[in-house]
């Protein structure tokens, strides 16, 4: 088992961007690049990590196919990004340059905010079957404020607090080539449901609060 400390990770998911601003970043930050591109490609000579996937499932099986292979091995601070920068880079790039990682344990970066208060957005009953499809018998907890873009941090000790198998049976959602609704597209909002990171300890059926 592999379990070199690395202490800040930047994920990126990419399709066919233009990856060159990755030679650019932090030397400190631990890089990893997954592509869904059905032929390998070449990727700027910094000593990343690649990793070619299936093309399925969108940012959401790059990111949930990251966490399943480094289970035992996550960063303390892991960035999940989607290669082509386009929402608001300026607030990654702060994150990026910052002497610390934010301290706070997950949120989404990149994004106007959309309703920070209750359920998510979206929370359609297909989501809510999809989450406890990785859940099982535990309640779901409710989510964090949400930001489009299906860009967040999360630090290690909040994806830990799922087993992996969790994390499998998401990913495996995610692939599936004929399903009845799109997961990828459902866990765009959901993220903080995903891991055990909540606003308020509340099953995510009970009614939502309003801001006091």
Excluded at 50 to 75: C, D, F, M
Excluded at 118 to 135: A, C, I, M, V
Aim: glycine share 4%; net charge neutral.
């Amino acid at each position: 088992m592999n379990t070199t400390s690395k202490e800040k990770e930047i994920v990126i998911a990419s399709y066919r961007e233009d990856l060159n601003w990755v030679v650019n970043l932090p030397k400190e930050w631990h890089v990893s690049i997954y592509n869904t591109l059905e032929s390998p490609r070449e990727f700027p000579p910094r000593g990343v990590v690649t990793s070619n996937l299936p093309n399925a499932g969108r940012e959401a099986s790059q990111w949930l196919a990251h966490i399943v292979k480094n289970y035992h091995n996550l960063a303390e601070f892991t960035l999940f990004i989607q290669a082509d920068r386009k929402h608001l880079p300026h607030e990654i790039d702060k994150i990026l340059e910052a002497e610390h990682p934010p301290a706070d344990n997950f949120r989404y970066v990149g994004g106007p905010v959309d309703n920070p208060f209750g359920p998510p957005p979206f929370l359609f009953p297909q989501t809510e079957r999809l989450l406890k499809h990785g859940w099982q018998s535990v309640p779901v907890p409710c989510t964090t404020p949400f930001q489009v873009g299906a860009q967040f941090y999360a630090r290690k000790q909040v994806i830990l607090n799922r087993p992996r198998d969790h994390y499998e049976r998401l990913l495996s959602a995610t692939r599936n080539p004929e399903p009845e609704w799109s997961p990828a597209h459902l866990l765009e909002p959901v993220w903080g449901c995903v891991f055990d990171r909540v606003i308020r300890k509340k099953a995510l059926t009970e009614p939502a609060e309003s801001p006091s």
